[in-house]
């Protein structure tokens, strides 16, 4: 057996052990509350859920910045909104992803922006922020505000591990690792599409539906428009069906079939 093949054998072992713990009433309550779909979810997703979170737990380091002290509930509620987006998938957890830093409250980053040939600095209010070398930072309250208000639409939690999905092919450029060439393709062809209609949206003034963050590069459209997947998938299918679709394919999961199975007509 080669090397990697062995780790992946120990890290198998390890996780399945992991999985195997059940969760405590507590840390359950937790889950259960962090995960907005959590009524809708047939028991086999919820225990899926429970299992990647212990793991996802056992893994990264959750540490608290600005004098933020991390309590478990804290880590569960990031844990298990990591874990959904894992769900049904046959994937790893987060590979890249070593250390979320929990700040209290949102925090100002002095932001280089680039529009055509004009460069705009300044500084700029965050919830979060996702890097390359494994670290994911959120603002607790913004995390806690998106638990306590399910539908707007926002969640940083999945805006920043989206960003790290889309890293784990080599490149952050709004397309995750999507198995196939074809599947490329028709991801390219329908978020590259929505992705200039929402520009010309705004540049014209119009309102619109997908958060205009999402206007500011493939990579933060494919990170917006992954929180409204999971926060406002109804929306979302109903005024973006291939989009939504897409998304759907690549998460697999029907979160607006979950949450309204029958849809009026
Ligand atoms: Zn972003």
């Known amino acids: 057996m080669s090397a990697p093949g062995l780790f992946g054998f120990f890290k198998q072992r390890r996780r399945a052990a992991l999985r195997a713990q059940p969760l405590t009433e ?64 046959d994937t790893d957890v987060f590979p890249q992803l070593d250390t979320v ?43 806690a505000r998106d638990v306590r208000c399910h539908h707007g639409g926002h969640n940083v ?39 200039h209609a929402l520009g010309e949206r705004l540049a014209s003034g119009a309102p619109s539906d997908i958060d205009a ?8 459209f494919f990170a917006v428009v992954t929180e409204e997947f999971y926060e406002r998938p109804a929306v979302l299918r109903a005024r973006h069906p291939e989009l939504y679709a897409e998304l759907a394919r690549f998460f697999q999961l029907d979160p607006a079939a979950l949450e309204d199975p029958a849809p009026a007509r």
């Open 213 to 220: 963050y999402g206007a500011t590069s493939p990579a933060e």
């Open 26 to 89: 507590e840390e359950r309550r937790w889950v259960s509350r962090a995960v907005h779909l959590w009524p809708a979810l047939p028991p086999d997703d919820r225990h899926e859920i429970e299992a990647t979170s212990r793991v996802f737990l056992a893994e990264k380091h959750i540490e608290g910045a600005a004098g933020l002290a991390v309590t478990d509930e804290m880590r569960w509620t990031i844990a298990a909104q990591a874990s959904l987006m894992l769900l049904h998938r």
């Open 101 to 143: 830093l929990v700040y209290p409250h949102g925090f100002v980053v002095d932001a280089v922006h680039r529009d055509g040939p004009v460069v705009i600095a300044g500084p700029e209010r965050r919830a979060g922020e996702s890097w390359r070398d494994g670290l994911v930072v959120l603002a607790w309250d913004e995390v």
């Open 157 to 195: 939690v999945l805006h920043e591990l989206a960003h790290q999905l889309d890293a784990e092919d080599g490149a952050v450029d709004g397309a995750p690792d999507l198995g196939s060439r074809a599947r490329f393709v028709a991801w390219a062809r329908v978020l590259g599409e929505e992705y």
